[in-house]
């Protein structure tokens, strides 16, 4: 009798089981039909296990953004600092997810965004890109990072987008910056410029003012998103400028504009997530431009709350919240501890 070939004795292994104990290689879609077969198992995860990234759209692009400017459709603009954050905001579908150096404060607990160094952000950006599938990402460059030269700058950028797996990058400052800008964008890495009131600067600026109040003031934004602009900047973002200012320079601008405290007259706008969620404790300090969406701090707040409640009464875990054992079992594991 012909001997049938050895692939006729292999069998599927259905996709949905994997082998327990097994160690991937060539055949392991494979099980053998002779001697013994691996005991299939669920695939499991713990409650710590990764959210995943839902995907329900096309990459947002430079391109994409450009014909949403086009069209005069806003862009929205959210920042995140962590892949939880990263995954709430691709999944509400935002345009674009900024890293922001707010983070210093809001996931690290420095006192102003001038305290975060490049390592830091490019650990956060990593993060928050593991969550992102479809926005436009964009790394902050923290303060030290950029200001020496243009070479330190490309290096710092490069670093960003390589390391943290984002788009392009933000940094602060106008005509100043212009050259900077140039080579970042002359590297081939997206730039997102930052005029107006700039946080990384805001102890020269004499704190956190609205800039642009004056003509001379409104000349020189003008003068400033017109030079990053030229440099190759795609986006400007313009913080704490009066509205119609804001509207001015948008309009006399080819790149598009992003708000945060300029008005509607911008063409997106930008919040920081915990700011609009409304995930902080009361009394915190909130600037006059931001609208609380959400009350996120009161809701893990009683949550929390119920689950030390609950714990203290011995009323968590319920029964559906445990693993049972079978009642034979439980009772000749009695009878050997009862020896003993």
Known sequence: MALRSPLRLLRPTPPSMVLCGARQSPLA??????GTIPRPCQVRHSSHSPMGTPISRKKVTIKTLQTLHKKNEPITMITAHDFPSGHVAEAAGMDMILVGDSLAMVALGMQDTSEVGLDEMILHCRSVSRAVGSAFTIGDMPMGSYEVSPQQAVASALRIVKEGR????????????????????????????????????????GGFRVQGKSTAGALKLLEDALAVQEAGAFIVVLEAVPPEIARIITN????????????TGCSG?????????????????IPKFVKQYGNVWNESLKAIEAYRDEVKKREYPAPQHTYPMAKEDLEEFERLVDRN
């Not at 006399?252 to 008005?263: F, M, S, W």
């Not at 706008?269 to 300090?285: E, K």
Request: proline share 8%; charged share 10%; no cysteine.
């Open 269 to 285: 706008q930008v919040l920081v997530q915990v700011d609009l969620t409304g995930y902080f404790p009361p009394g915190r300090f």
């Open 166 to 205: 984002v788009q392009s990058v933000k940094l602060e400052g106008g005509a100043e910056m212009a050259p900077t800008i140039k080579a970042i964008t002359q590297a081939g890495i997206a730039v997102v410029a930052h005029i107006g009131l700039t946080p990384q600067r805001q102890s020269s600026l």
């Open 29 to 34: 879609s494979v099980t053998p039909v002779l």
């Open 252 to 263: 006399k601008l080819r790149i598009p504009t992003i708000g945060i405290g300029a008005g």
